[in-house]
């Protein structure tokens, strides 16, 4: 294992061990949640050395910058790739052919644009819903900042869980950046009551994930219900810096 290997080996691992703690100390099961490997913006060496590391889920925010990945990288077995990313209605038809989950569907425009685009593949795919839990205007997500306006909700989450060729596996958020993780907790807490509503009104779906939590406050999002967290800079460390013709 080349040293960069071996530094992604040692901090992933660190990082799972936190998770296991967090999971005992909130006495959760062992394993139950999953860790997303974060490698939006990093370059291919950094993300070839994560997969000799032995990272099994890899997270990315710009579709075609994930495929180039995985052009370049070739079929790998037991890979998973999950789009965590914010995706336009034009880029919707990259996501059934080439993601095992997508985290964050935030629209039923877009919901209605990825099921047209599983159907003519003939797919069905994972995705979860994204709410906006804290009400910062630059996140996506259904806003559910107010508890009073959540059955206004219930129309549109009807209409995706209709759709033939999606199927809803559970909820995901990016709550407000905090300097102190326990910050973020009542975020996280809101997620999982949210998914606790839903759930009531329509048990026929799948409402087993939650996807919330990163590098800077994964151990909160465990104690709060996560069963995947998003790890990106605290195992690959910093990102380059973004070039300016960089289109997305």
Do not use: C
């Not at 296991?20 to 139950?32: D, F, I, Q, T």
């Not at 069905?124 to 206004?152: A, I, M, R």
């Not at 407000?176 to 009551?193: A, C, G, I, M, S």
């Amino acid at each position: 294992m080349n040293p960069l290997s071996a530094s992604i080996h040692e901090r992933h691992q660190q990082t799972l061990d936190r998770i296991a703690a967090a999971e005992r100390a909130s006495g959760r099961a062992p394993g139950s949640t999953r860790l997303v490997v974060v490698t939006k913006s990093q370059p291919l060496d950094v993300v070839r050395a994560a997969l000799e590391a032995g990272v099994k889920i890899l997270g990315e925010n710009y579709a075609e910058e994930a495929i180039a990945k995985m052009d370049a990288l070739g079929p790998r077995p037991g890979l998973e790739w999950h789009m965590i990313g914010h995706v336009q209605s034009r880029k919707a038809d990259l996501i059934p052919a080439n993601f095992s989950l997508m985290h964050s569907l935030d629209s039923l425009k877009l919901a209605n644009r990825l099921d047209r685009f599983a159907g003519e593949r003939g797919v069905t795919l994972p995705v979860l819903l994204e709410f906006n839990v804290g009400g910062e205007v630059s996140k996506y997500g259904w806003w559910v900042v107010n508890e009073l306006q959540w059955p206004n909700l219930l129309p549109e989450v009807e209409a995706v869980l209709k759709l033939g060729h999606l199927s809803v596996r559970g909820l995901m958020t990016m709550p407000p950046l905090e300097e102190d993780p326990q910050k973020t907790r009542p975020y996280f807490e809101r997620l999982r009551r949210l998914r606790g509503y839903l759930a009531e009104r329509f048990p026929q779906a799948e409402w087993s994930e939650l996807s919330m939590g990163t590098s800077a406050d994964f151990e909160a999002a465990v104690a709060e219900g996560a069963t995947l967290v998003r790890v990106g800079t605290a195992i690959l460390g910093p990102r380059p810096p973004k070039v300016e013709n960089d289109a997305r």
